[in-house]
């Protein structure tokens, strides 16, 4: 920041000098006055006044052009703060905006690297799509790519291939695991053949 205290100090010093050329200027009016008035009366008095008048009023002049300058160094130092702030706001804005954009792409870093692998498994019913998640339980998602064979339903019992399901809730429940239709569930029959199967807390 630029320092001005070589100017406030001119402008202090040159302020004292006319306030000085005021306050002589009042005196010699007054004394000159007070001389012409006792030899030559009043007029005489207020003509040899006009030279101390003349000094103080324009040395009065001088006070406020002085001031105002004074006032133009304040209105720099504080433009200069400021400036300073707003330099200083700026810089904080920019280090937030990066490290948002950091946090950004670590999120979709760890995103990515969180995604479940899935493989693919070939069955008579078709293509069965596994999502490995850790921790949960692996429930095949079946995309069937060929019509297999129906099952038998009789009332709420599904038989097929050695199987048995039964709709409860407007669901097909196996082994504790609900399945939306009853294709869904021929077809994780499908995947799984005759082995025994997973239950849902397996």
Known sequence: MRDYGV??????????????GVVIGVIVAFAAMNVASRGFGGGPGILAALPGMLMAITSLFGVALVQNARATVDTAE??????????????????????????QQSFAALAASNQPPQSELETPAG?????HTPGATDRPQIEATSEPEEPKVMGKKLTYKGQSGELIGGKWHLNGIAFESRELLRDYIDVYGRKPLPRADS
């Open 78 to 103: 504080l433009t200069q703060q400021m400036l300073k702030v707003a330099r200083d706001q700026l810089e904080v804005s920019q280090q937030a905006v990066k490290q948002g954009e950091m946090a």
């Open 127 to 131: 293509k069965a799509t596994f999502a």
């Open 7 to 20: 100017a406030r100090s001119l402008f202090g010093f040159i302020e004292f000098l006319f306030w000085a």
